[in-house]
């Protein structure tokens, strides 16, 4: 019971800094596409890639990894979440064995909605057709002051999977 817990507190706390990671340069890419073109609106966003190469970059190596796609480090937190999720499914929980069979579904169900929504915030905001009379400002680079964080988060992305120890 105990490694139980071990094994689920690991998993939580490996998955906290990769999510902290991962998520962080995604909100903050979401700013910086904000700020140079000055919505939000997916509907009005489009075809960014050649405009914003680094913050594409930035954003494909993190909503990979957000997707748990090797070979970013949110696959070996997703890895290790599954793992605890089917080893809590051996509990017996409120004396329903049955019951356990649940979590390990929910987290399954959990990444693949999470990988459909990665690979579509990229798509949608970097390819298909640009609309420059949609935006409220005309698009350009965010200015590297802005993209420092992402850029350290995004690095961080790769250093932990191959170092994950050292979480």
């Given amino acids: 019971q105990s490694q139980l817990y071990i094994a689920g507190f690991t998993a939580a706390v490996f998955h906290l800094v990769n999510h902290a990671t991962f998520k962080g340069a995604l909100f903050m890419i979401t700013g910086a596409v904000d700020h140079v073109t000055g919505t939000r609106d997916v509907k009005k966003l489009g075809g960014l890639l050649t405009i914003m190469p680094i913050s594409f970059t930035i954003t494909v190596i993190t909503a990979l990894s957000m997707a748990g796609i090797t070979p970013f480090n949110g696959i070996l937190s997703k890895e290790k979440f599954i793992e605890a999720m089917i080893e809590?499914?051996?509990?017996?929980?409120?004396?329903?064995?049955?019951?356990?069979?649940?979590?390990?579904?929910?987290?399954?169900?959990?990444?693949?909605?999470?990988?459909?929504?990665?690979?579509?915030?990229?798509?949608?905001?970097?390819?298909?057709?640009?609309?420059?009379?949609?935006?409220?400002?005309?698009?350009?680079?965010?200015?590297?002051?802005?993209?420092?964080?992402?850029?350290?988060?995004?690095?961080?992305?790769?250093?932990?999977?191959?170092?994950?120890?050292?979480?």
């Fill in 88 to 167: 809590i499914s051996h509990a017996n929980l409120f004396s329903l064995i049955t019951l356990g069979i649940i979590f390990p579904i929910l987290a399954i169900v959990g990444s693949i909605f999470t990988f459909v929504y990665s690979i579509k915030f990229i798509t949608y905001i970097f390819f298909g057709k640009h609309q420059p009379n949609a935006l409220p400002k005309k698009a350009h680079v965010a200015s590297i002051l802005m993209l420092l964080s992402p850029i350290i988060l995004a690095v961080l992305v790769i250093v932990f999977v191959l170092f994950p120890g050292l979480i």
